[in-house]
């Protein structure tokens, strides 16, 4: 009767033996990496493409236009993700004079949608504002100053990874916006929503403690194969 411990030493002292077992596992190790990378970095992305603050305008001298306090808004959400949906709750944004959240001046709330793996979608309309210091504000384009106006998003979302959803997930993110006499956004790039202080550094540390443990779960599950 052979020897089992023999047959076993045979098997694992043959090159060939290594070959096949890393060829089995490292697409495995890929694949986990690759998917906890996507579970924990990629978030849905929001940028303000376009703000017009007629109001604002010196094309606009009508009683009309000076006197009204609509703000136009392009948002546009992103879901960049390859492998899961997003479902958004209701998505409130809410609009400030000035560069911080000291004086909100106009609410708007985007109704929750599902949005597919890569999607973009744009919401534009416009909001109805209050309280807004017009006369500061027109003082101020009227010397070649910008106005800042700020944006705040704040909603929950959940992903959809084939059929299974996450938990949900706060989301609060927000961006100024200079605008200009002409009662438009002074930059021309879409401007993106981020979380205010070191979101990066957020990110980060996701993936250390989340891509870690993908990663190490997959080694083990490899080296069990
Ligand atoms: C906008 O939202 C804020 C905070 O939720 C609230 O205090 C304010 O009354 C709202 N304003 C309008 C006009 O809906
Ligand atoms: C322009 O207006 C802003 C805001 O009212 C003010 O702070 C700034 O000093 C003014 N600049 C000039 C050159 O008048
Ligand atoms: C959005 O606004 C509604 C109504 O004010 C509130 O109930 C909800 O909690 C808000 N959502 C977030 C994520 O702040």
């Given at each position: 009767m052979p020897?089992?411990?023999?047959?076993?030493?045979?098997?694992?002292?043959?090159?060939?033996?290594?070959?096949?077992?890393?060829?089995?596992?490292?697409?495995?190790i890929i694949f986990f990496i690759w998917l906890g990378l996507?579970?924990?970095?990629?978030?849905?992305?929001?940028?303000?493409?376009n703000i017009y603050v007629p109001a604002l305008s010196r094309l606009d001298n009508s009683e009309d236009g000076r006197s009204?306090?609509?703000?136009?808004?392009?948002?546009?959400?992103?879901?960049?993700?390859?492998?899961?949906?997003?479902?958004?709750?209701?998505?409130?944004?809410?609009?400030f004079y000035?560069?911080?959240t000291g004086h909100p001046i106009g609410n708007y709330t985007v109704p929750g949608f599902y949005q597919g793996e890569g999607k973009?979608?744009?919401?534009?309309?416009?909001?109805?504002?209050?309280?807004?210091?017009?006369?500061?504000?027109?003082?101020?384009?009227?010397?070649r100053s910008k106005v800042v106006f700020r944006l705040g998003l704040a909603t929950k979302v959940k992903f959809k990874y084939f059929f299974l959803y996450s938990k949900k997930k706060a989301v609060a993110v927000g961006a100024n916006v200079?605008?200009?006499?002409?009662?438009?956004?002074?930059?021309?790039?879409?401007?993106?929503?981020?979380?205010?202080?070191?979101s990066r550094t957020k990110g980060t540390s996701y993936l250390n403690t989340m891509g870690l443990s993908v990663a190490l779960t997959s080694l083990l599950v490899t080296s069990m194969l």
């Open positions: 020897n089992r411990l023999e047959e076993h030493w045979k098997t694992i002292s043959d090159p060939r033996y290594y070959i096949i077992k890393c060829c089995c596992g490292l697409p495995f996507n579970v924990q970095l990629y978030k849905p992305r929001f940028y303000i493409q009204n306090n609509l703000i136009f808004f392009d948002l546009e959400l992103e879901n960049s993700m390859t492998i899961k949906g997003v479902h958004y709750d209701n998505v409130n944004l809410t609009f000035g560069p911080n973009k979608t744009a919401r534009r309309d416009v909001v109805v504002t209050y309280g807004v210091p017009w006369d500061d504000a027109m003082k101020a384009v009227s010397n200079e605008v200009n006499d002409y009662g438009r956004k002074v930059q021309h790039e879409a401007i993106k929503l981020t979380s205010s202080g070191a």
